[in-house]
Nanobody, 114 residues
Framework: VQLVESGGGLVQPGGSLRLSCAAS????????MSWYRQASGKQRELVAD???????EYTEAAQGRIIIYRDNAKNTVYLQMNSLKPEDTAVYYC?????????WGQGTQVTVSS
């Protein structure tokens, strides 16, 4: 099982990034996929999740600026982040969950700074 995040980097406030999480080793379409983030010195928090059927939930962390979507044909889940703020700076993690299965990626750093 692998979850590989990509797309992070340094972006100026107000900018956009699209994170990707490529999955392998399990039946991607059957798993709920989530994005979490962890800022330095803080607990990891849920940003958004999407069920196998496409139902989406956003947390307050998403603040209406973040969109999660999945492409089951590509075994990939995305996180489109717009109007980024310095407080969005964190390591962003991809998670796959189904019943007792719970998989994590290694994370990708997003830094929002001028």
């Amino acid at each position: 099982v692998q979850l590989v995040e990509s797309g992070g980097g340094l972006v100026q406030p107000g900018g956009s990034l699209r994170l990707s999480c490529a999955a392998s080793g399990f039946t991607f379409s059957s798993y709920a996929m989530s994005w979490y983030r962890q800022a330095s010195g803080k607990q990891r928090e849920l940003v958004a999740d999407i069920t196998p059927g496409g139902y989406i939930e956003y947390t307050e962390a998403a603040q209406g600026r973040i969109i999660i979507y999945r492409d089951n044909a590509k075994n990939t889940v995305y996180l489109q982040m717009n109007s980024l703020k310095p407080e969005d700076t964190a390591v962003y993690y991809c998670n796959a969950q189904r019943n007792m299965d719970d998989y994590w990626g290694q994370g990708t750093q997003v830094t929002v700074s001028s």
